[in-house]
């Protein structure tokens, strides 16, 4: 139980099995180019997407045009004695 090895000794032991690499120049630029975009897509309001907007878009009209039907059957109600 006296042969506990130190986190130092695993790292090397590690080291020794699996040298460290380091990235090449092209999968360096591809990531940055990924990461400034999902970024850049991730700041814009969901609702600004012109997916979303159409359908917003058409449920505020019909919206303000059933708005605007129940509000003449409404006040037709109320002027007919």
């Known amino acids: 139980m006296a042969d506990f090895i130190t986190e ?10 699996c040298p460290p690499a380091a990235p090449s120049p092209e999968f360096k630029d591809q990531l940055l180019q990924d990461l400034t975009h999902r970024v850049g897509s991730a700041t814009r309001p969901r609702w600004s997407q ?3 907007l159409v359908p917003i878009a058409a449920t505020l009209i019909s919206a303000a045009i059933g708005y605007g039907i129940w509000l003449g059957q409404a006040v037709q109600t109320t002027l007919v004695p």
């Open 50 to 52: 012109p997916r979303l």
């Open 8 to 17: 130092g000794e695993i790292k090397e032991l590690l080291k020794s099995v």
